[in-house]
């Protein structure tokens, strides 16, 4: 009964690591730290998170910088090998046409005018802060399962040359057997 291939891991280079822009960061670095900190972020050997039944080990590593820019406030810190977008988050968004400004006269500018207008700036703020999380957060996510993608068309690569290798060794052991029995 044949066996199914092993999957090796990609290897990774254990003396730095590299920050998204692509450049290399030594040891002892705040990313390092944070790695260490966090080791399910970009450490080798991880388990397979339990929305994919595959491992693979990506070496892909997050600045503690762009961690904090795509973790909304109160919420855990975000992992992109973790977060998962639904449909509607990764559709784009319509241009809503604003409407025109409504000038109010200095008359009419009382304190419930200047409290809702208080409340206002802050819930437009708080939408503004909402939106820019979200989308840092898909921009780091699409970055790992790009570099992750091209890990797993390597593999593919990989396994395609040994199944040949194996097609052709199974090919010559036959030819053979054919002959012995020919005898």
Partial sequence: MPSSPVISPVMV???STHSMDGGATPLGSPIAAFQEENPSVA????PPSPLSPVNVDVA???SSTDVALATAPG?????PREKTFSEDDLKPQPMVKKSKKQYVPEELKDDKYWERRRKNNIAAKRSRDARRVKENQIVIRTSF???EN?????QVH???KENQSFKKLVETYEKKLLALNAL
């Fill in 43 to 46: 450490s080798p050997g991880t």
């Fill in 60 to 62: 892909f590593a997050v």
């Fill in 13 to 15: 280079d254990t003396q």
């Fill in 75 to 79: 919420q855990n810190e975000f992992n």
């Fill in 145 to 147: 399962l790009q570099k």
């Fill in 158 to 160: 990989d396994l395609k």
């Fill in 150 to 154: 091209s890990c797993l068309k390597s």
